[in-house]
């Protein structure tokens, strides 16, 4: 009998004892070769199956009488049967058309390519990969991803991401790694996701969706192709490889893939891009009972970031899109952010079907390698970033010296952008006098290494009943430090804090990063500042079972899990010497959630699905400790987060309306969160911390299409948001170096809106086949309600202290900024070639922002400084991300 | 096999369209030295163009000077200005940019286009620069690429031109000077304390001041003692000139020790400084005004207005001037650094009384006098005597200057003579007095006007009194003070001689106020508490001869206190009958501290048997270790206690650590620290997880009689 992958719920033949007697089975087939199409994903009745293999599926257990089955995949265009389900209902082969503007769906334009170090939480798109044929989902994953949209307002944490059946959200962030597998598109094209609270039969889940992207190489797609791409965005030319050969007479099944993606500079100035890809599939099918399969992937990359800057100097330049990161240096554009990351992944599965009604499935992934980030460091120097406050023309009070300030900005490079012969000259100068360098490239390291093992057991106990059960452990070690990248023609350095000299004159130990090293002379290579490892243990243990009846599917899911982390620390810090070297308390945090939902079906067509939940979360790392690059401390408040989350939808499907509307209601409580950031005024890294943060997300979301003539359907998508503060949480301010005392104060922050997404989203497009295998997309979007994150020091008694009621200025200083929204316009064409009958050649554009809006905000943040002297809130302005204007990607691809 | 080779070719066309693609850029060429060239001459000399200058004006005319940096920023000491150079002289460019020092180098040529610039002076110290509100001001960063050319590689700084302290003239100002032979009137202060954006220290025999900004990189370095040679920019202010170095390295040779920090007093009429102590506090910012205490030593000779020298003293007969003494701690001082010239303005009691010239027999008795702590003669100096005749005393004379002794204070309190000679003052004195007990006062009497009104044997018919004396066998009331002993308190109870007739002969040290008591000389007010005086052999706040007490009773008292981390502070409390407290915990938060509480420092000279004990309460202790009592004999009385040794002293038995019950140690003998003088510490740690609370009453130093 055919191997099923252990997530399908229903793909066994009929027992005797069903109380609903009708079943379908069918053969799925890509239309061109009349290729069999496995991992196609294939729904009756909200009932899903993956095909195999051999496209072959099977679906039992169904009441009799007319239904719709729905097939869907990712790259190909979602197909809609309406049949009469029978006894044992045989159909047809069902032929499925690859959609060619699809092809790019893989996030690859997200914020991963901005340098958002200097930013709160830096932000990411929304993690669902769909293959669902949501129109919703399939608008928000990419179309909205352009402006930074988050579903729902969730941060990335809430939509986790399965590699092969394997959890890889960053375990300090929850953030999902889109670029641990960047490059890899074809590979990794096959997913199962759910929305919002939808449960799954491989995790418990969370409150935004999970998606999980299947490795197994007897499920990918037999071909070999070729693909060559060329684009404006991140990088102009993209190669690609992939050979897989389905399950083999041998029972072995193998995928290998391979890619370089480069470019000397892509849509901002100063971005260059090298990147590789490499990916090994092997299966191996034993018996009946038991697969094995070993899966291993790299995506080593390297990369010039992006960096925002403030308004002045877009207005002055003309540009939204100036970026402060690079400048010239022999003549070459040379960028200071440079992001290095190679995070290989392996992952071994083994499949075991227990017997026809269980299957158990046990992973083991670890993953390790490197990532890091440069970024320029100076002593006892001027700031050598371009767009430093002090080199504004707005810094000058003189208009004659503005004026000419401004002058040197638009017409010397060396003034606007950063002056790398200026800094050589510095350290030359510097070594003549046998002195370190002053200017200094340095290596900022995160080595992640994560190693999990997971159990997951799907039993069917009947046709109405499913249990899923599974154990999820996890062992994540993230080592921070930061090594020197380039001496910039000096020789040494030596690894004191300077902040700290300078606010503690004449004090040889307080300065001191590595205190058991005094003054040490670091070189190239040479660790120094910080040296620490967070480590966290998770272990998981959870439960879900799913009710199907005829009107009614129901489900309930519950989550035990207990989360350890500490800090271990290798440098004895000379600012904090009692607690910087060895390990930290161990922060230990047992939580729960539960969940469970309806769907009533009023007819085939029309569902009704309620879903609530309510969870406990620990704290991520990067919320818990305060400045981990100097000390062991934690929040004053470590508690779990508390999440409640409700959703209602309702479905309806016809063979030439689809739609669905959800309006969902989360409220968070007890958030943390901790900014560290250098302080000019203070002239210090301080570290703000804020605790006991409640938010709530409410909203609606609508995706619909609908048959319109001549094969072309219309669709829509929608999403009105309200995401809120809703209470008046504290923050305490610590100075790092503890030069001053710390400072706790009430946040005024009820009604502030969540910010770095765009509330509300639209698009209205069309999706016409033509002749001939002809496709296209366009679509129109609309993006508003965008909210810049905010400086909360600014919204303390503290900033409008002294200023009288009704004082202008206090509406000025607390009010929160509304980013400008705005409409774009994406267009994407796609046609395929059938050449020699064997080969084909695919064609396809997707041009994105045709009216070329560089207005719209896709984000930014105030600067975490305020002018409590003068209250002027145009001394630090805020710093400003733009969407990138026209912008387009030309794929060809060659299959065969 | 075919899928073998599928994969072969695949993997082979990405590898060789790889290689043709391989175009991202590696490694960067590292720009090579760039050596600064100008293209033009100068054609006017720094002298030329300092002596054209008579106001504030912007230059017209293509004016081009050249010259070598010899200041610039990189200590801090200067800002935003380069000093530059040449054969003819010097001239500060007041140029608004931070951290010059990377791009102009010490010995770095520079040209300078003076035309559009601007030429001012800012109290006679003449700048190039640029205007700035009306005066000279700073050249705009971005003008500067204009104005101001790097020519050639760094080059050797030229000499500092040696001068000598008498022949300044502003000719050298803004040049690179050295001087020899320099004494500075500080030695051992730090360079610029934090507490001011600059400081101005003296040098012995000049008027001329070197002047440090807070910022530099050395200002909490000490100034040298001794004689050596310095370097620096010479400057002026108005009249005053000024010498900047620019880092410690512009002192050479100087091989003097720093004195020890003299302990003394607080400035206080009972508890004036002494000498040391007034030399190292002169002008101070803001000033320091208080009593000086010393012997008089001298007066400066007439004619003399700066000393140099011992020989512009008289230290003997005759004495030439009478507008000053100098003071000292040792009668027979004759190093004028030691000493403190103290002014005595003309038509003031105390010219009238103390000057050497009239009244030659004062040399050698002790003078207590206030005034302000500033520089006289260009050595320490006491100056600004208000004229008030309270405001100072002599040995034999002055305001009730009599031969008593004593200040008053529980350590060191007035001896009987003392306390008759400053009855009913105003206001009255309070303080410690300390006797033998001679007698009581007879029942009834009310006003005591021959010995017969008084018992100075058994039997004694009143409780409510005490006479104490000087002498154990006085009977001369007038050498006795009479001592109030309030109904109902410890001082009645354990000392009143109807109860205890064994108390006759022991001495008392009592506090009240000095005023007539059965109308002779009293000692009156006293709470009479047991820890407002102390009975030989039992009562009070010991038994034993305390060599030192302290009880907090209303305040820290003799103790000091030093945060080295974190916004709590020792502060006074009232529990324990008066304590002082610390805790890192507020508001339910643990905030990082470490603080000390630091006595005074105690002379354990010609002590034998010094033992320790202390009162304390601790609770949510969370170790021992962090509730440290230390000692340290290098302690130097003030600033950060981190900077001295200190030794645990251990073998208390403390508090439990979990109540806010009160408990007095064990004694513990300091008798390795006898013969020299101590500081004893508290010192209070915790983190931000966990913070203990300690009170410590009172502190107890014992010794063998």
Known sequence: ?896 | MKDIRKIFIGLLLLGIATYFAACVKGDFDEPPVYIPKVDFNSNTTIAALKSSYKSLKQIEEDIIIQGIVVGNDESGNLFKKLIIQDSTAGIELALDKTNLYNEFKLGQRVFVKCKGMYIGDYNNLIQLGYLYEGSIGRLPEVFMSQHIFRDSLPGKVPEPQLTALTGLNTFLVSQLVKFENITFVDPGKEWAPQSADATNRSIVGTTMVVRTSKYANFASDLIPAGSGTVTGILSIFQNTYQLTIRDTSDLKNFGGTIPPPPTGGDGSKEDPYNVAQAVQMQNATPYVIGFVKGYIVGSVKAGVTSITSADDIDFSPPFTSATNVLVADEAGETNFMNCVVVNLPAGTSLRGDVNLQNNPDNKGKWLNVKGTLRSYFGIAGLRDFSGEADDYDFEGGGNGGGSGSGSGTQNDPYDVQSAVEKQNANPYVVGWVKGYIVGSVKKDITSISSADDIHFAPPFTSATNVLIADDKNETDYTKCVVVNLPAGKPLRSEVNLVDHPDNLGKWLKVTGTLRTYFGIAGLRDSNGGSEDFELEDGGGSGGEDYLFVEDFKKDLGTFSTYSVDGDQVWEWADFDGGCTKMTGFVDGTHYVNEDWLISPQISLSGQTGVKMSFREAINHITSYNDLKVLVSTDFIGSGNPNTATWNEISGFTRAAGNSWTFFETNEVSLAVYEGQNIYIAFKYTCSSSASSTWEVGKVMLSANR
Do not use: C
Not at chain 1, 132 to 145: C, Q, R
Not at chain 1, 445 to 456: G, I, K
Not at chain 1, 590 to 602: E, H, M, N, S, V
Not at chain 1, 711 to 726: H, S
């Open chain 1, 1 to 896: 009998m055919a191997l099923l992958p252990f997530y399908v719920i229903y793909a066994q033949p009929l027992s005797s004892d069903d109380q609903q007697p009708g079943s379908v089975t069918g053969r799925v087939l890509e239309s061109q070769i009349r290729q069999p199409l496995t991992s196609i994903i294939v729904s009756i009745e909200g009932r899903q199956v993956l095909t195999d293999h051999e496209g072959r599926f099977t679906i039992s257990g169904l009441r009799l009488g007319p239904a719709e089955i729905v097939f869907s995949g990712a790259g190909f265009i979602t197909k809609t049967l309406d049949i009469e389900v029978k006894a044992q209902t045989r159909l047809d082969d069902v032929f499925l058309i690859a959609d060619l503007t699809e092809t790019e769906k893989i996030p690859e334009i997200n914020l991963e390519m901005i340098d958002m170090d200097d930013d709160a939480k830096a932000q990411n798109i929304t993690g669902l990969l769909h293959s669902t044929g949501d129109v919703f989902l399939s608008f928000a994953s990419y179309t909205f991803g352009q402006a930074w949209f988050r579903n729902r307002g969730y941060d990335a944490e809430f939509t986790p991401t399965y590699v092969g059946n394997s959890m890889i959200n960053d375990a300090e962030t929850g953030r999902t790694l889109w670029a641990i597998w960047g490059g890899l598109n074809d590979a990794t094209r096959n997913s199962v996701s759910t929305n919002g609270l939808e449960p799954t039969n491989y995790s418990f889940g969370s409150i935004g969706g999970v998606s999980n992207i299947i490795t197994r190489p007897s499920r990918q797609r037999v071909q070999t192709k070729f693909t060559y791409s060329v684009s404006n965005r991140s990088y102009t030319h993209r190669l690609m490889f992939i050979h897989s050969t389905g399950l083999m007479n041998n029972n072995w099944a193998v995928t290998v893939s391979g890619s370089r993606r480069w470019g000397n500079e892509g849509y901002i100035r100063g971005t260059f891009y090298d990147a590789w890809a490499y990916y090994l599939g092997l299966e191996k099918k034993f018996n009946d009972k038991h697969s094995l399969e070993f899966t291993a992937f790299a995506a080593p990359v390297k990369r010039g970031m992006q960096g925002g800057s403030v308004q002045e100097i877009y207005d002055l330049l003309g540009s939204n899109h100036y970026s402060p990161n690079w400048g010239f240096q022999n003549g070459e554009v040379r960028n200071s952010r440079v992001r290095t990351m190679n995070q290989p992944v392996m992952i071994l599965n083994h499949y075991w079907k227990y017997n026809s009604n269980t299957d158990i499935t046990t992973t083991v992934s670890y993953m390790f390698g490197k990532t890091g980030t440069t970024a320029l460091n100076w002593y006892n120097s001027a700031d050598p970033r371009p767009d430093y406050y002090r080199n504004l023309p707005s810094w000058f009070a003189d208009t004659s010296v503005k004026n000419a300030v401004a002058e040197t900005w638009r017409t010397n490079s060396a003034v606007s952008q950063i002056n790398w012969d200026a800094l050589y000259q510095a350290n030359y100068l510097s070594l003549m006098e046998g002195k370190q360098a002053r200017y200094i490239i340095e290596d900022r390291r995160n080595d992640m290494s994560n190693l999990n093992l997971n159990t997951v057991i799907n039993h069917r106990v009947n046709e109405n009943i499913t249990i899923n059960r599974g154990v999820e452990l996890s062992n994540y070690t993230v080592s921070y430090f930061k090594t020197i990248d380039d001496l910039l023609g000096g020789e040494f350095w030596v690894d004191i804090d300077q902040f700290a000299e300078r606010d503690f004159i004449g004090n040889d130990t307080i300065i001191q990063n590595d205190l058991d090293n005094p003054n040490r002379i670091v070189k190239e290579g040479d660790i120094f500042g910080y040296d620490y490892k967070l480590r966290q243990q998770v272990g998981k243990l959870w439960l879900s079972s799913v009710f199907s009846y005829r009107k009614i599917d129901f489900f309930v899911a519950a989550q035990l899990s207990s989360t350890t982390f500490w800090r271990e620390g290798f440098m004895r810090n000379g600012r904090h010497p009692e607690k910087s070297l060895g390990e930290s308390h161990k922060y230990n945090f047992i939580d729960y959630a539960l969940k469970g939902g309806a769907t009533y079906k009023f007819t085939g067509r029309l569902f009704l699905e309620g879903n609530m939940a309510y969870m406990t979360q620990a704290p991520f790392m990067r919320n818990a400790f305060v400045s981990p690059r100097t000390r062991h401390d934690v929040s004053p408040k470590l508690v779990s987060e508390k999440i409640f989350s409700s959703e209602a939808s309702l479905h309806f499907r016809a063979p030439m309306v689809k739609a669905r509307l959800t309006a969902y209601h989360t409220e968070f409580k007890d958030q943390n969160q901790i900014l560290s950031f250098y302080h000019d005024d203070y002239r210090t890294l301080v570290n703000h911390i804020m605790y006991g943060i409640n938010t709530t997300h409410q909203g609606i979301e609508f995706g619909g299409e609908a048959y319109m003539f001549y094969d072309l359907w219309l669709q829509a998508a929608l999403n009105i948001g309200n995401y809120r503060y809703t209470n008046r949480p504290l923050a305490t301010i610590a100075f790092d170096n503890g030069s001053r005392p710390d400072t706790t104060e009430l946040a005024y922050l009820k009604n502030f809106f969540v910010f770095g997404t765009p509330q509300t989203a639209a698009a209205l497009g069309i999706k016409w086949v033509g002749p001939g295998y002809l496709f296209v997309n366009a679509s129109v979007n609309y993006f508003d309600d965008i909210y810049l994150s905010f400086n909360p020091e600014r919204r303390s008694q503290g900033a409008i202290e002294n200023l009288g009621e009704g004082d202008p200025r206090i509406a000025e200083i607390t009010r929160q900024e509304t980013l400008s929204g705005g409409y774009t316009v994406d267009v994407s064409v796609g046609k395929s070639f059938r050449i020699k009958r064997k080969y084909f050649l695919q064609l396809n554009l997707s041009a994105n922002n045709l009216l070329n809006n560089k207005k719209i905000s896709t984000g930014g943040y105030e600067q975490l400084r305020f002018d409590f002297q003068e209250k002027d809130v145009d001394k630090f302005p805020p710093r400003y991300f733009y969407m990138i204007g026209t912008n387009y990607f030309l794929n060809v691809a060659v299959r065969f």
